[in-house]
């Protein structure tokens, strides 16, 4: 027969080792749904601090993986936290070096605008020139 739903396979054997060292016979006392439990005060003490012991073990155990799942999340974070001020640097050196690109094409248009300049005086000056070489 197969123990309640709640009641592990574990548990049961667990409970018969504690009745067989005691020397308890599963039929001296009463049973419990004809599972072969003996149910008496030292039995149910026993069963109690077995399963105070695995809650125990399973609250530990959580503690344990909460604390490495907040050290992880914390270590992921500092990790995405260093990536973004890397990035944050790096487009700030971008910035400038478009500021100075900008600044660069500023200049290029002023010395070009110097050469259109430059290129409309010396016609007129060779236009000058023609009209002084014919007078």
Known sequence: MRPPANITSDDLLFVH????????????????????ITIDPVSLAKLNSHFDGLLLAISSKIDQ?????????????????????YAAREMDQLTEIMRQCDELNTEMLKIQRVGEMVKGFRA????????????
Do not use: C, F
């Not at 080792?17 to 072969?36: C, D, F, K, T, Y």
């Open 17 to 36: 080792r504690e009745q067989a060292q005691l020397g308890i016979s599963p039929s001296s006392s009463s049973q419990g749904s004809s599972s072969g």
């Open 65 to 85: 993986l909460t604390s490495q799942t907040k050290e992880s999340t914390q270590q992921q974070a500092y990790r995405a936290n260093a990536m973004v001020d």
């Open 124 to 135: 007129r000056i060779e236009a000058l020139e023609l009209r002084h070489n014919r007078r």
